[in-house]
């Protein structure tokens, strides 16, 4: 949940914010500090703003305490920083897009509000590529004229940037190790402190072994990550096993190969040949290799300006997404999403144009299918605290359908990283956040739909934006009587709007206005409640 007070001057120039996030922990704290924490870091997302006061709490709940999922509180920093900034475009009566790229990180030389400074930033020129090829000035106004054309159906257009920090915020934890064999037949065995689990860890491994050997990568084998072979491994998180166990490889290759050379050029590069021959002059050929992240490392307890580094580097990215919604019923398709992300050079471009797709498609699940239902007094048929959505029948995950019709994803180009292997940039979590343009260009179709109703300014709605929810935000008549009636049933007068309190899983946090209301499960407030004096606001954001 995020409480916010952001300003602008009438062009669009961000002065300021103070923003304040609030973690649902559960009733342990596990790992609820860290992704906190990453939240805090990505509340900035890519824009420069001047003054900056950001305020973090952990809330006890009566609820189970879980793990983080891909992104690790990075995607809800990053989403609480759209809305208000949305917010603010409303009240200048400008579109999002133009107070986002007038808001825009520069090349070099910026300073984030923990006092990072940023190194060949492309957020500018990623934003110039992405307008022009997914044609989103014309498509913007092909979506005006098919909204004015049509009452029932409306479609909307978003664009929207990301930055994602590479690294543990724990400092501890950016270390990797890895243990090369070389056989005499000429094939290597590698192991690694990096978990595969269908990430394609393993075989960018395997590319990088093949290449600091220079030999194919069919003579790489990868065996399984075992504490026999690497010992004290990191978890397989944060996006940079690639990074750690990529260049611990290569610290173990290049052990061999300054030993290995000389026989390799009598050999006249006959490898094979060369390990053999190696092998009967006693050379040893197995090397244990070692990799520690520099330069980073984070103390919350010192200064601001004193307390370090949290992120080696950042990867960018941005997306395009074009949604129709059905006003009648809330359903919603993806017409069309474009992406671009910076991985600098690749180190194997069709798993991580597979990455991209796949991240999309869980954030647009995040942000718009993954509903969650605690037990709680707003839902007196399930018991305090337990979890409703617990299997596939009542908790649902993007299908086949939820796809956009048409998707496009490139990479850029010419935009090495000096700071990773072979010039690379880490791709896990960072495009998580992109299938967020869907949630925001769902929110603009709803906006034409709640202008037809005579409905006008800034208004809220909730991840998940489910169909029930985006149905009863398009604020027709048809929707506006049944959220009289079920007040009614909630012992409410139909033109009463109460303020509640907002339950997070049974705990009263804050106050905010109902704005979806739902049959069998009372009245459920959502959103916010605002305030503006001129370019200011104060507001509140309910987040899964």
């Given at each position: 949940l995020g409480r916010y007070r952001a300003a602008a001057d009438r062009q669009g120039k961000l002065k300021a914010l103070d923003l304040q996030l609030y973690c649902n922990a559960g009733y342990s704290i596990d790992l609820s500090e860290p992704v906190l924490g990453r939240a805090i870091f990505h509340s900035d997302n890519v824009y420069k703003i001047p003054n900056v006061r950001i305020l973090g709490r952990m809330c006890k709940t009566n609820t189970v305490s879980n793990t983080a999922f891909r992104g690790f509180g990075g995607p809800q920093g990053l989403l609480v920083c759209e809305v208000w900034l949305d917010h603010l475009a409303t009240d200048l009566n400008m579109a999002p897009e133009e107070v986002r790229k007038r808001n825009l990180y520069a090349f070099d030389g910026d300073v984030t509000h923990f006092h990072q400074t940023l190194d060949r930033c492309p957020v500018q020129r990623m934003w110039k590529e992405l307008s022009d090829s997914s044609e989103l000035a014309r498509r913007m106004a092909d979506v005006t004229i098919f909204n004015a054309a049509?009452?029932?159906?409306?479609?909307?257009?978003?664009?929207?940037?990301?930055?994602?920090?590479?690294?543990?915020?724990?400092?501890?934890?950016?270390?990797?190790?890895?243990?090369?064999?070389?056989?005499?037949?000429?094939?290597?065995?590698?192991?690694?402190?990096?978990?595969?689990?269908?990430?394609?860890?393993?075989?960018?491994?395997?590319?990088?072994?093949?290449?600091?050997?220079?030999?194919?990568?069919?003579?790489?084998?990868?065996?399984?990550?075992?504490?026999?072979?690497?010992?004290?491994?990191?978890?397989?998180?944060?996006?940079?096993?690639?990074?750690?166990?990529?260049?611990?490889?290569?610290?173990?290759?290049?052990?061999?190969?300054?030993?290995?050379?000389?026989?390799?050029?009598?050999?006249?590069?006959?490898?094979?040949?060369?390990?053999n021959t190696a092998f009967f002059d006693r050379c040893d050929l197995s090397a244990h290799g070692f990799y520690k992240t520099p330069n980073i490392g984070y103390d919350w307890t010192l200064p601001d300006v004193e307390r370090g580094r949290p992120f080696n580097y950042f990867t960018y990215g941005a997306a395009c997404s074009e949604v129709e919604v059905d006003v009648l019923t809330g359903d919603m398709r993806i017409l069309r999403a474009d992406l671009l992300m910076d991985v600098g050079n690749s180190l194997n471009p069709a798993i991580d144009i597979g990455q991209v797709e796949g991240a999309f498609t869980q954030g647009v699940g995040w942000t718009?299918?993954?509903?969650?239902?605690?037990?709680?007094?707003?839902?007196?048929?399930?018991?305090?605290?337990?979890?409703?959505?617990?299997?596939?029948?009542?908790?649902?995950?993007?299908?086949?359908?939820?796809?956009?019709?048409?998707?496009?994803?490139?990479?850029?180009?010419?935009?090495?990283?000096?700071?990773?292997?072979?010039?690379s940039r880490a791709i896990g979590e960072p495009p998580l956040f992109l299938g967020a343009s869907a949630f925001f260009a769902a929110r603009s179709a709803i906006a034409s739909a709640r202008a037809d109703a005579g409905l006008t300014g800034h208004f809220t709605v909730s991840t998940p934006l489910t169909p029930e929810r985006i149905r009863m935000a398009c604020g027709d008549a048809l929707a506006s009587k049944f959220a009289a009636t079920c007040m009614q049933r909630a012992g409410h007068p139909p033109s009463f709007e109460p303020e509640l309190q907002t339950t997070l899983s049974g705990q009263r946090l804050v106050s905010a206005r109902p704005l979806s209301i739902f049959p069998g499960r009372g009245l459920v407030a959502l959103g916010l409640r605002c305030k503006i004096t001129g370019a200011q606001h104060l507001g509140q954001l309910r987040l899964k």
């Open positions: 049509n009452r029932w159906r409306k479609r909307g257009i978003s664009m929207l940037p990301t930055k994602f920090g590479i690294s543990f915020t724990a400092k501890f934890m950016n270390q990797g190790a890895a243990l090369v064999h070389i056989y005499t037949d000429g094939t290597v065995l590698v192991t690694h402190g990096g978990t595969e689990m269908g990430q394609g860890l393993h075989t960018k491994m395997q590319q990088v072994t093949a290449r600091a050997l220079g030999i194919p990568v069919g003579d790489v084998h990868i065996r399984e990550t075992s504490t026999d072979t690497v010992p004290n491994s990191s978890p397989t998180a944060a996006s940079a096993s690639s990074d750690m166990y990529g260049m611990a490889i290569l610290n173990a290759c290049e052990q061999i190969m300054a030993r290995l050379t000389p026989y390799v050029k009598k050999a006249e590069g006959d490898f094979k040949k060369a390990v718009m299918i993954e509903e969650t239902v605690w037990g709680c007094d707003e839902f007196p048929w399930l018991k305090p605290g337990a979890c409703h959505t617990r299997g596939p029948g009542n908790y649902k995950i993007p299908s086949f359908n939820d796809t956009p019709v048409d998707m496009r994803v490139s990479l850029l180009k010419d935009s090495e990283n000096c700071l990773a292997i072979h010039s």
